[in-house]
């Protein structure tokens, strides 16, 4: 007998009086699915889910994701779910409560019983897999959720990095619902402040400018590293998608089937808005104006439980919600509250069912659902299709006023009325110049100057950009260059080194120095530096000295740079020489003995450490137009910088007769740094060179490194892949 069949056995043989009343455990159930379910491991240890229906794969990458990482898929849900402070103490609180103003557990619970019987079937078999994995794992301790119910995926239906509830500052929150120890610092930057970009790069190729006359996919997700893993999901029912799935979702996110590719991007659309409340107290009651009427409040209680050394300890809240959204923070004597798109049963449904379009057609009619709120989306297909679609959820407003302040609640000219049809928004399908693409930048240079959406066309608040980004306009530089792009040529263009910013200003760095007295005293300090820099030809490479050098310099005046006086630009030139002198015994220091790679350990918070091994990386922060992204810094213990985020999965696609990619994942699929898959692709990630994707059962089974059901084998599963 296997250890399958001996799990199966032993679970069956459970004494549990819920077998003799239903027939079968919840325990017995899982088993018999699992025995259903094949995970074929591929040689870099990414799964590949096979199953007979769309749930039994639901069912098998959840148990294969929790494998790779279990901390990252619970840590996920208890955000969403507001119950971090449960595992993170009273500093969590005001994030729970952030996301309990739109996540009400009884009410996902409520959403989930009126949803359709197939998203059912798929919801339940996201807490099956997830559940035997911890029933066949007893060596696995969950920080917060032992049993997982399947209503809980409403919390989390958008896979993109920062939901859009996460635009509400976690300072203002508490300032106005006090009651427990304030976050340390907002979530919202300051005036001035630097924050590193986040956002995505997608580009596709049409067959018209493709050598073999296929359409190409680039997939460039800018993320924190570690963010999602990268699997395939294959049912007989009609799935069989491969990309990257956020931690706990049960959807290919940004990834490709057979026939079609889809890739998300950040969206500078004003799709959020904040209303200005007029309040009106009676006694104990609370009401808000709109037009001629005064309307109730909504009020209720929530209360947060959080970890102190002697147990678990609640703080109750009492939220208050107008007809546009909760309030959550309170300006010039008015409360404000925030309205956003909140369809998580239909959110869910077009994240999961876009993954089965194998047309133009069929994808966009997932699109008319609407949720996909936060990402622009570009799409490519085997009939030599590609499209790109802006934010799918803009409401229509009013484009008298100004969306990007708070508008006045009593006025019912501020309602909503509806959502912009997908015809309505910046749309692209099949541009004469054969490509298109979206780096987080405005749609109106999404296929080049002549063939773009125009932003006259459209209200004001499609779009919130009002300049070009420096990734954007490396991209028109390098994109319409070729009328012969292939896989690799396309992967070629992605990396392509040129640092735009630089170029743009660094002119007026020498202009400065050129202009120097002859007796000044940095005529003579910054001479090399600035020979150094003028003789430059603004590509990165990890042997760069110059790449160092501006870097540093570009990061002492970047807030500054367009009001900065001469003295500035040549005094943070000093300032950059000094610290590279400072940290690294001179200034004449290689790009790539700073810029680095790390991983080390499976903490979800970034750090680093100088006297641990990291390998160097060529490409920069896309602050600086870098088309391939690395978010690198300080931090209190290091004097070199280690990348957080950034490129975090890449994968380029060709649509043909049989669908082609390569790809690669920042370190590797495991989250344990037993795994030889923790850290084996992190050679691979830093110079660009991508691997070859096992796509078709043959090529994955000739690239087995393990195959087996889900619960077998799994004292070995335990100890990491």
């Given at each position: 007998?296997n ?6 056995a ?9 077998a003799a ?37 639901v069912?098998?990458v959840?148990y ?7 901390n990252?898929?619970?840590t ?13 103490g009273?500093?969590a ?7 309990r ?5 009884a ?9 359709e ?30 049993h ?17 509830i ?20 907002g ?33 460039n ?20 998608a ?36 007029t ?17 109730p409040v ?17 703080k ?5 919600s ?17 309205r ?27 699109m ?12 490519a ?7 790109y ?5 803009i ?15 009593s ?97 007026a ?18 001479a ?9 030809d603004y ?26 006086s ?12 000094d ?24 903490a ?13 990386v ?11 992204s ?52 992190a ?17 994955v ?8 059901h ?9 100890s990491?892949?």
């Amino acid at each position: 007998m296997n250890k399958l069949s001996m799990v199966v056995a032993m679970l069956i043989t459970l004494p549990l009086a819920a077998a003799a009343q239903d027939g079968a455990t919840d325990q017995s159930r899982w088993a018999e699915q699992a025995h259903r379910i094949t995970i074929v491991r591929d040689t870099w240890g990414i799964p590949h889910v096979y199953g007979q229906t769309d749930a039994d794969a639901v069912f098998g990458v959840l148990y294969a994701q929790a494998e790779d990482d279990f901390n990252r898929v619970e840590t996920n849900y208890l955000t969403a779910l507001g119950r971090l402070a449960e595992a993170d103490g009273e500093r969590a609180i005001y994030s729970d409560l952030r996301y309990r103003l739109i996540n009400d557990p009884a009410d996902l619970q409520a959403q989930y019983e009126r949803t359709e019987p197939w998203l059912k079937t798929l919801l339940q078999a996201w807490a099956d897999g997830l559940n035997f994995y911890l029933a066949t794992h007893p060596s696995v301790k969950p920080r917060v959720i032992t049993h997982f119910e399947p209503w809980m995926p409403l919390s989390f239906s958008d896979g993109s990095i920062g939901p859009d509830i996460e635009r509400v500052d976690l300072t203002q929150l508490a300032a106005f619902y006090p009651g427990a120890a304030a976050p340390e610092r907002g979530t919202v930057p300051a005036p001035g402040e630097y924050v590193e970009p986040t956002g995505s790069n997608g580009v596709a190729i049409s067959p018209k400018i493709e050598k073999n006359h296929h359409a190409l996919l680039l997939i460039n997700p800018h993320t924190s590293f570690f963010f999602r893993e990268e699997a395939q999901m294959v049912s007989d029912e009609g799935l069989d998608a491969y990309g990257a799935m956020t931690w706990g979702q049960f959807f290919v996110y940004q990834g490709f089937n057979e026939r079609a590719g889809w890739m998300h991007t950040s969206s500078g659309v004003d799709n959020i808005d904040e209303y200005a409340e007029t309040i009106v107290k009676k006694g104990d009651a609370i009401y808000y104006k709109y037009g001629s009427q005064e309307r109730p409040v909504t009020m209720r209680t929530v209360a947060i439980s959080y970890k102190t050394p002697s147990g678990q300890q609640q703080k109750s809240f009492t939220i208050y919600s107008t007809q546009h959204g909760p309030v959550v923070r309170e300006a010039d004597g008015k409360w404000i509250s925030v309205r956003l798109m909140q369809e998580p049963v239909k959110a869910i449904t077009q994240s999961f069912r876009r993954t089965k379009a194998r047309s133009y057609k069929a994808f966009v009619d997932t699109m008319q659902l609407h949720t996909n709120s936060s990402n622009n989306t570009i799409y490519a297909d085997a009939d030599g299709n590609i499209a790109y679609f802006h934010s799918n959820f803009i409401p229509k407003r009013d484009p008298k006023f100004d969306w990007t302040q708070p508008v006045d609640g009593s006025d019912p000219a501020t309602d909503w009325h509806g959502v912009l049809s997908v015809d309505e928004t910046p749309h692209l399908l099949n541009p004469p110049n054969g490509w298109l693409y979206n780096s987080n930048n405005w749609p109106w240079s999404a296929a080049g100057p002549d063939n773009s959406p125009k932003r006259s066309d459209y209200p004001v608040y499609v779009e919130r950009a009002t300049e070009e980004t420096p990734r954007g306009e490396h991209a028109l530089k390098v994109f319409p260059s070729r009328t012969d792009y292939t896989i690799d040529t396309l992967i070629t263009t992605a990396y392509d080194s040129y640092l735009p910013w630089f170029a743009d200003h660094l002119p007026a760095l020498l202009q400065a120095y050129d202009a120097l007295p002859a007796g000044s005293p940095l005529k003579e300090k910054l001479a090399e530096q600035i020979e150094t820099l003028r003789h430059w030809d603004y590509r990165w490479s990890t042997s760069s000295v110059p790449t160092a050098l501006a870097v540093y310099w570009g990061q002492a005046i970047f807030n500054r740079v367009n009001r900065a006086s001469r003295d500035d630009l040549l005094n943070a030139l000093v300032h950059a020489s000094d610290r590279l002198a400072q940290d690294f015994g001179t200034w004449r220091t290689a790009w790539g003995d700073i810029n680095r790679f790390q991983r080390y350990d499976d903490a979800i918070t970034p750090h680093a450490d100088d006297a641990r091994p990291s390998i160097p990386v060529g490409f920069t922060s896309s602050r600086w137009g870098s088309l391939a992204s690395f978010g690198a810094r300080r931090y209190p213990n290091t004097k070199k910088m280690y990348g957080y985020t950034g490129n975090s999965f890449v994968a380029v696609v060709e649509f043909g007769d049989r669908v082609h990619a390569r790809a690669v994942t920042a370190g590797g699929v495991s989250g344990n740094p037993a795994s030889p898959h923790f850290n084996d692709q992190a050679s691979r990630y830093a110079s660009g060179d991508l691997r070859e994707v096992y796509f078709y059962r043959a090529d994955v089974d000739a690239h087995a490194e393990r195959t087996y059901h889900p619960g077998q084998d799994t004292a070995r599963a335990g100890s990491g892949r």
